[in-house]
Nanobody
């Protein structure tokens, strides 16, 4: 069993930066692919970014490529999402997720989820 807690959300202006953190506990953190997802009001939850267990490979949704960076520190059981050049359309609740499956698309099949942290970008 893995528990995930997000933090770092808040209200920012368009063009600003924000860094989200996700603290993990339980299980072996380095055994999981970690991902970030977001859900805006009235919309489905969507994939944002993912990082392999070793941190050697990262993956991003087209909408955030070049602006967001996912990273992890396995010794600290932490995963981060650095968000730059934020846009109003980035406004959403951001969720941290963990996945035990090694194969297949990193956009799906996550096993554990945090409660989310709100990110609001004003125009």
């Amino acid at each position: 069993q893995v528990q995930l807690v997000e933090s770092g959300g808040g209200l920012v202006q368009a063009g600003d930066s924000l860094r989200l953190s996700c603290a993990g506990s339980g299980g072996t953190f380095s055994s999981y692919i970690m991902g970030w997802f977001r859900q805006a009001p009235g919309k489905e939850r969507e994939f944002v970014a993912a990082i392999r267990r070793s941190g050697s490979s990262t993956f991003y949704a087209d909408s955030v490529k070049g602006r967001f960076t996912i990273s992890r520190e396995n010794a600290k059981k932490m995963v981060y999402l650095q968000m730059n050049s934020l846009k109003p359309e980035d406004t959403a609740v951001y969720y941290c997720a963990a996945r035990s499956r090694s194969l297949g698309s990193v956009q799906v099949n996550y096993d554990y989820w945090g409660q989310g942290t709100q990110v609001t970008v004003s125009s």
